[in-house]
T-cell receptor, first 117, second 116 residues
Framework: AQKVTQAQTEISVVEKEDVTLDCVYE???????LFWYKQPPSGELVFLIR??????QNEISGRYSWNFQKSTSSFNFTITASQVVDSAVYFC??????????????FGEGTQLTVNP | NAGVMQNPRHLVRRRGQEARLRCSPM?????VYWYRQLPEEGLKFMVY????????ESGMPKERFSAEFPKEGPSILRIQQVVRGDSAAYFC??????????????FGEGSRLTVL
């Protein structure tokens, strides 16, 4: 069975601070995909990134960066110079690519990030 | 280039009534997934459908819940005789292919069900 753990339930930072959201996963598959989604107060799910298990290169997109470490089964997400608009719940998710039943995602419980001015 | 459309966005029902949530996938997508988000929790998989077929319903409660994705029209998630514990946000997602190779899912904005 697969599992995603986001140990940080809530994080509060002051604007312009850097913040890292942790994600640890468990899967028996050798091929899988990892995701991060943002859920702002309005409630919709905003896709941020998808990473497959064979690509361990770190990725940077503007103020966002992701650190994928297969050896520790972690896929951490860092926001640099945080802004108030980054306040949201962030979900990490895992999809086993070899499933026959499509793209079923297993989500973590989410981390509530609050960025204070 | 419409995304995944869900309606209603908000639905209020009294205990014992029926709730019907609709999801129109993105154009060209024939695979639909329903997820439920209980308050203060992450999303949990409910059911995966292709046109006219239920592929995986392992996440659906055994009673009162059903889903369909007819040849024509949107996918419907139906909850009969709602109870307060059904209050949640229900998200629909679609993909253009089974997604096993890409894990690519596009989510709607969710339907928020409140049971009084």
């Amino acid at each position: 069975a697969q599992k995603v753990t986001q140990a940080q339930t809530e994080i509060s930072v002051v604007e312009k601070e850097d913040v890292t959201l942790d994600c640890v996963y468990e899967t028996r598959d050798t091929t899988y995909y990892l995701f991060w989604y943002k859920q702002p107060p309005s409630g919709e799910l905003v896709f941020l990134i998808r990473r497959n298990s064979f690509d361990e290169q770190n990725e940077i997109s503007g103020r966002y960066s992701w650190n994928f470490q297969k050896s520790t089964s972690s896929f951490n997400f860092t926001i640099t110079a945080s802004q108030v608009v980054d306040s949201a719940v962030y979900f990490c998710a895992l999809s086993e690519a070899e499933r026959t039943s499509g793209s079923r995602l297993t989500f973590g419980e989410g981390t509530q990030l609050t960025v204070n001015p | 280039n419409a995304g995944v459309m869900q309606n209603p966005r908000h639905l209020v029902r009294r205990r014992g009534q029926e709730a019907r949530l609709r999801c129109s996938p993105m154009k060209g997508h024939s695979h639909v997934y329903w997820y439920r988000q209980l308050p203060e929790e992450g999303l949990k998989f409910m059911v995966y459908l292709q046109k006219e077929n239920i592929i995986d319903e392992s996440g659906m409660p055994k009673e009162r819940f059903s889903a369909e994705f007819p040849k024509e029209g949107p996918s419907i998630l139906r909850i009969q005789q709602v109870v307060r514990g059904d209050s949640a946000a229900y998200f629909c997602a679609s993909s253009p292919r089974p997604g096993g190779k890409t894990g690519e899912l596009f989510f709607g904005e969710g339907s928020r069900l409140t049971v009084l």
